[in-house]
């Protein structure tokens, strides 16, 4: 049963109370779309994403008049991409190929700064 503000002014009730979300994540799955031999990279001419196949030599920007414009022998699906997943678990990465503080810096390098 769903009850709106009004109602739970007129039964004298208090509305309730919006409790912030709090997440503790304890690893990363890296999960790729493109299966090989595509890869997808950032053309710095255009600063658009592209694919480009390495034994083909062929490449594609992935949009193209506002429409997807990968090819679809460049898509993987989510049987590949799911074998093929990669998880990274902190604090315990035995490998140390990555770590929380190197995760932290690579993503607010590439996000936007956040207003305030």
Known sequence: MTINTTEYREMNLQEPVQEPVYSAFNSVIFIRSIVKPWARHLSQK?????VFNALTR???FEVRN???????DA????VQAF???VI???PHDTNDTL???TL???INQTLPPRST
Do not use: I
Not at 66 to 72: A, G, S
């Open 46 to 50: 255009a600063n658009e994403f592209y």
């Open 58 to 60: 062929q490449s594609e």
């Open 66 to 72: 506002k429409l997807n414009n990968r090819p679809p």
């Open 75 to 78: 898509v993987a699906s989510f």
């Open 83 to 85: 074998k093929e997943r």
């Open 88 to 90: 990274w678990s902190w």
């Open 99 to 101: 770590n929380m503080n």
């Open 104 to 106: 932290v810096q690579m």
